[in-house]
């Protein structure tokens, strides 16, 4: 199940050139892996300041866009030929930069639960009881 973005958000991103992209319905897995590989990718980003999946409405439509331009890159990858169209490329580079701003800090998603934050419940600290320490400070002269 998807997240951020669907097949059908892929469709209205790539119009007519889904059907030459991917001979659907014999490749719908193939779409449904790269819709998933793309989600993945940006949880992996965005994992790093934040819950993910993202849940906020307002995140997710930021994070929606970042997909869509991902995405296009990834289906336009499956022509022969090494050139991807311009635009295509441009998208996907800012996309790339955008998440690496998003798991800097630089840019925050509103809404999305920080890492940061504790959900209620949450304990402060795990104190485990153990054994006297075998060396301390003032046992270590020498080593």
Do not use: H
């Not at 001979?23 to 449904?32: C, H, R, S």
């Not at 990834?74 to 635009?87: F, I, N, Q």
């Amino acid at each position: 199940m998807s997240n951020y973005f669907d097949s059908d958000d892929a469709a209205n991103r790539l119009r007519d050139d889904l059907t030459g992209l991917y001979n659907l319905p014999e490749e719908d897995d193939d779409l449904a892996s790269d819709i998933a590989d793309i989600e993945a990718l940006v949880n992996s980003y965005v994992g790093k300041r934040y819950e993910t999946p993202v849940t906020d409405s307002t995140a997710i439509s930021i994070l929606k866009k970042l997909c869509l331009d991902l995405f296009a890159e990834t289906a336009y990858m499956r022509t022969p030929g090494d050139e991807l169209p311009k635009k295509v490329k441009d998208a996907a580079d800012i996309a790339r930069k955008q998440l690496k701003e998003i798991s800097t800090g630089a840019i925050t998603l509103a809404g999305a639960t920080s890492l940061t934050e504790r959900p209620s419940g949450g304990a402060d600290a795990i104190i485990v009881d153990g054994n006297d320490p075998e060396f301390t400070r003032d046992d270590m002269e020498g080593f």
